[in-house]
């Protein structure tokens, strides 16, 4: 069992920056992907980055290349998300989720994750 915690979360003005945190604790990272989904009131919850545990492999959603950047710290277990030139739209809950059986070919699936955070919300004031 994997447990994940999130933190960083926060309100910002459009154009500034946040950096989440998701710290790990249960089961080692090795073979896994963990990635940050995100979800706005009244929408689905989407795809924002994933990185390979092992490899250091990162992916992006679209709509966040070249805005944020995720990263890992293997000592810590912990996996972030640097989110800057922020925008109204990027408004959200952040979830940090993981699985030890990690294929590209679904990273971006919401159910290719079996472990999930409770969430940190992020406000970005326009």
């Known amino acids: 069992q994997v447990q994940l915690v999130e933190s960083g979360g926060g309100l910002v003005q459009a154009g500034g920056s946040l950096r989440l945190s998701c710290a790990a604790s249960g089961r080692t990272f090795s073979g896994v992907g963990v990635c940050w989904f995100r979800q706005a009131p009244g929408k689905e919850r989407d795809f924002v980055a994933v990185i390979t545990w092992t490899s250091n492999n990162a992916y992006y959603a679209d709509s966040v290349e070249g805005r944020f950047t995720i990263s890992r710290d293997s000592a810590k277990n912990t996996v972030f998300l640097q989110m800057n030139s922020l925008k109204h739209e990027d408004t959200a809950v952040y979830y940090c989720?993981?699985?030890?059986?990690?294929?590209?070919?679904?990273?971006?699936?919401?159910?290719?994750?079996?472990?999930w955070g409770q969430g940190t919300q992020v406000t970005v004031s326009s």
């Open positions: 989720a993981a699985t030890n059986n990690f294929a590209l070919i679904y990273h971006n699936r919401r159910t290719h994750y079996p472990y």
